[in-house]
């Protein structure tokens, strides 16, 4: 009963998780997950702010309104530190109640120290990403910006920052509203590590991203080393075969040994659920920010291409439209001979298939190793930078 409990609590947190974190992929559209997704990003707080103003009054609900704005349109450390209580309670539970196995059967004792290894280069990482310059444009080097990423006249034109008044806002540059600041090659904001991503900073973000999917992948499989060592050095499958009578093989042998964990290392067993969840889910976005590096791009910029190419549509679907009207008033006016053949008719393209095809030509593509070496090396810490035009 208990380990059916202890399953159904992992299964729980795994949906919510899920939900929480990718509930608005694509491949959960129209299910349960984007639902439950909903419900917890907006559905659940509207429903708390609605409680709240119900049973406290109006003061209470403008108070959490407040805190609201403070949380997310200002910059703050909620979640840095909601990072490093993760981090430091995962460390401590998996400490407290794994390490009294290591040494074990199948893992050294060294695992006790690359651990702590692991853990201080991910907080470095974070420190790098959190506190380092994202690149941030001013008046001063807003030239050299420019020189550095020319517009590409299709989603950047050159235009003046409205907030920080500089007259030439550089292309692939962001005013970012919770910062108050125009970041060179803006990314997004990130609000774990309360700054923004940008030109100068990528590099420690991926890095972070990557780092932290090798840590939570290195728990689960030195945990998962550690049941199997227990399973070694208490002679598990021999009590089993030999005293229970369970017949040696591997679909006889497994149901017994998953209730044995359950029951016995349930901590252990809740620990690797959880690591695994959380490494696939840095998987996939570690896999999207190194996508976006390869091809030069940013984040900010598929979503501006996004609305280029459904704005390029819409004027592309005017055309023909217009083009198909024109054809028809030409022929009703009798300036255009009606088509004799039926097949010929047949034959001629349509207007709709004219359409010229809708392209990304991003021109900051210049090849993975170049694009690989401006995330390592960003242009505004190269001397090419300095020596570029003052305006
Ligand atoms: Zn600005
Ligand atoms: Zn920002």
Known sequence: MVQWALVLHGLCTATVVVSFLCGQWPIFEGTFIERLHYFLTFGAYDYFLRFVGK???????????????????????????????????????????????????????????????????????????????????????????????????????????????????????????????????????????????????????????????????????????????????????????????????????????????????????????????ISLLLAGFFGYHAHLCLTNMTTNETFKWQDYISWKRKVNEAKTSETALKESLNIMNGTTPVPQSKWRTFCKKSPLQKEEPIVVNNVYNKGVFCNIYEILVPLSQRRSFFHSKDA
């Open 55 to 277: 049973i406290f009054g109006s003061r209470a609900k403008n108070c959490v309104l407040g805190v609201e704005r403070y949380c997310c349109e200002r910059p703050n450390p909620t979640l840095q530190i909601f990072y490093l209580a993760i981090i430091g309670v995962t460390y401590v539970i998996i400490a407290k109640s794994s390490f009294k196995y290591i040494p074990g059967y199948y893992v050294g004792e060294y695992h006790k120290y690359l651990s702590v290894v692991a853990v201080v280069v991910g907080l470095v990482l974070f420190v790098l990403t959190s506190f380092s310059d994202p690149g941030t444009v001013t008046a001063e080097n807003a030239s050299r910006y420019i020189s550095a990423y020319p517009y590409d006249d299709l989603i950047f034109v050159e235009r003046e920052c409205s907030t920080c008044k500089i007259t030439s806002r550089p292309a692939r540059a962001k005013h970012c509203k919770i910062c108050d600041r125009c970041v060179a090659r803006f990314d997004h904001h990130c609000g774990w590590m309360n700054n923004c991503i940008g030109e100068k900073n990528t590099r420690y973000f991926v890095a972070f991203l990557f780092w932290h999917f090798l840590i939570c992948l290195y728990g689960a499989v030195v945990l998962g080393l550690i049941l199997a060592g227990q399973l070694q050095e208490r002679k598990i499958i021999y009590i089993l075969t030999v005293y229970y009578g369970v017949e040696n093989s591997f679909s006889a042998l497994f149901p017994h040994v998953v209730q044995y964990f359950l029951a016995s290392y349930n901590a252990q067993i809740l620990l690797t659920v959880f690591l695994g969840i």
